[in-house]
């Protein structure tokens, strides 16, 4: 059974940088899109980007373009998620998501147990 | 982006209860409808896919039906463990959103 485990809570002064690890575990890597989903305090659900793997094709939402990179590590299975110019509306938990897909469908099927970032001065 | 909106957003409901959670796109998605549990400090359990695909392991009281642009959660009899904030999500297409959440308490 495949595992996602993120890296740990962060804490960052507003205009700089965060980057967060998603180590796969368990399954095939390589092959599977890997995105990230962000929840402020108290909020809903917010899509960033994805990335697959293999080849490294990304999307990103245009509300992230410029600021958000998503990379992968074939290597150690491991995705990262780097947003810059940090605000205090970047205050969120962020969680990586794994893409299950087929015909018709496209869904988030295992999540990574989520990485708290606070933005403070 | 294409909106999605959930009603209601917050229910009280006993053990046993019948509840229907509905979720509304701003345009067509077919049935690329996705539909997630959270609890309280925890990261979204995907329930259900393609608009009423059962995810493995997720328990036959969920169940999902629609197609367009209106869709609708159903739990058949609320048990404890169902008490948490459901979210609908649209994969149709990027960015992918989700509704602002049901959140289901005990009455």
């Known amino acids: 059974q495949v595992q996602l485990v993120q890296s740990g809570a962060e804490v960052k002064k507003p205009g700089s940088s965060v980057k967060i690890s998603c180590k796969a575990s368990g399954g095939t890597f390589s092959s599977a899109t890997m995105n990230w989903v962000r929840q402020a305090p108290g909020q809903g659900l917010e899509w960033m980007g994805r990335?697959?793997?293999?080849?490294?094709?990304?999307n990103y939402s245009q509300k992230f373009q410029g600021r958000l990179t998503i990379t992968a590590d074939e290597a150690t299975s491991t995705a990262y998620m780097e947003l810059n110019s940090l605000t205090s509306d970047d205050t969120a938990v962020y969680y990586c998501?794994?893409?299950?897909?087929?015909?018709?469908?496209?869904?988030?099927?295992?999540w990574g147990q989520g990485t708290m970032v606070t933005v403070s001065s | 982006d294409i909106q999605m909106t959930q009603s209601p957003s917050s229910l009280s409901a006993s053990v046993g209860d019948r509840v229907t959670i509905t979720c509304r796109a701003s345009q067509v998605i077919n049935t690329y409808l996705n539909w997630y549990q959270q609890q309280p400090g925890k990261a979204p359990k995907l329930l259900i896919y393609?608009?009423?695909t059962l995810q493995s392991g997720v328990p036959s009281r969920f169940s999902g039906s629609g197609s367009g642009t209106d869709f609708t959660l159903t739990i058949s009899s609320l048990q404890p463990e169902d008490f948490a904030t459901y979210y609908c999500?649209?994969?149709?297409?990027?960015?992918?959103?989700f509704g602002q959440g049901t959140k289901v308490e005990i009455k």
């Open positions: 999500h649209q994969s149709y297409i990027t960015p992918w959103t």
């Open positions: 998501a794994r893409r299950r897909g087929g015909h018709n469908y496209d869904a988030f099927d295992i």
């Open positions: 990335i697959i793997p293999i080849g490294g094709t990304r």
């Open positions: 393609a608009a009423s």
